[in-house]
C-alpha cells in the first residue's frame, strides 16, 4: 500500500484507531506512556525538535538559525516551513494552543 496519498491514509481505519487513541488521552502521564509505547526513543526526539522548528519558524527565525539552534537538517526545517504555512494548519493550531496554555 503506497502512503503518498494522504487522503487515503487518513481514511484507513487503522489510521482512524490511531487518532482515536491519541484523542483518548487525558493527562501528561498518559501521554507519556503511549508515546514510549507507540515510538522509538529516536522517533520522539525527532517529533519533538520538529515542533521545536516550527515553533522558532513561527517567531520568524531564519532557516539557518534554525538548524543551528535544533540541529535539524535543512530538509527537516524546509518540510516543517511547508507544513506550517499549509492549509491543514496542524502544527499552526499545536502552536496557539501552547502559546495560550503559557
Given at each position: 500500500?503506497?502512503?503518498?496519498n494522504?487522503e487515503k491514509?487518513?481514511?484507513r481505519?487503522?489510521?482512524e484507531?490511531?487518532?482515536?487513541a491519541v484523542?483518548?488521552l487525558e493527562?501528561?502521564?498518559?501521554?507519556?506512556?503511549f508515546?514510549?509505547?507507540?515510538?522509538?526513543p529516536?522517533?520522539?526526539?525527532?517529533?519533538?525538535?520538529?515542533?521545536?522548528?516550527?515553533?522558532?519558524?513561527?517567531?520568524?527565525?531564519?532557516y539557518?538559525?534554525?538548524?543551528?539552534?535544533?540541529?535539524?537538517?535543512s530538509t527537516?526545517?524546509?518540510?516543517?516551513?511547508k507544513?506550517?504555512n499549509?492549509?491543514?494548519?496542524?502544527?499552526r493550531?499545536?502552536?496557539?494552543?501552547?502559546e495560550?496554555?503559557?
Amino acid at each position: 500500500m503506497s502512503y503518498l496519498n494522504i487522503e487515503k491514509m487518513l481514511e484507513r481505519a487503522d489510521v482512524e484507531q490511531l487518532v482515536d487513541a491519541v484523542m483518548s488521552l487525558e493527562d501528561r502521564d498518559e501521554v507519556r506512556a503511549f508515546l514510549v509505547d507507540l515510538c522509538t526513543p529516536r522517533e520522539i526526539c525527532d517529533f519533538a525538535q520538529r515542533l521545536q522548528v516550527a515553533r522558532y519558524l513561527d517567531e520568524g527565525e531564519p532557516y539557518v538559525e534554525v538548524q543551528a539552534r535544533t540541529g535539524a537538517s535543512s530538509t527537516t526545517v524546509s518540510r516543517v516551513s511547508k507544513a506550517l504555512n499549509g492549509e491543514r494548519g496542524g502544527y499552526r493550531s499545536v502552536l496557539v494552543k501552547l502559546e495560550g496554555a503559557k
